[in-house]
């Protein structure tokens, strides 16, 4: 899962994909990453006019490619961009990429707070 910023990528409003199976368009916003010869189409999770999240194939080729969105038949320049077989990701509070990160303490299917100072994970807890 990635996240791109930038201005004009979506809609005003916000728009989520809201049903499986999920698609590689949603409202306008579609992306694409080339890696060698192969193209691959990104799975939309959201869009928004300032930022996308989408989710990138496994079946990505790994090395250096680019990357390319398209709202609403206008596509972006393209951007480089490196595919690496696995790397660790952590989701910030603030959406930005700094701050705080974004851990939920599992509880239960219906009880996953987020993890603070207030709602501390204790030892052997199962953490998402």
Known sequence: MFILFGTGM????????SSLPFLTQL????????????T????MIYTLDLQVVAVLPS?????????????NGEASNSFPIQVVQ??????SRNQAGSGPSIIQNFNSEANQPINSILTAAIPGQTEG
């Not at 691959?40 to 799975?43: E, F, L, N």
């Open 59 to 71: 079946s990505t080729p790994i090395g250096t490619g680019t990357i390319r969105l398209t709202y």
């Open 10 to 17: 979506g809609p005003a409003s916000l728009v989520q994909a």
């Open 86 to 91: 696995r790397s660790l990701g952590v989701f």
């Open 27 to 38: 409202a306008g916003t579609s992306i694409k990453v080339t890696v060698g010869s192969t």
């Open 40 to 43: 691959v189409d990104c799975i």
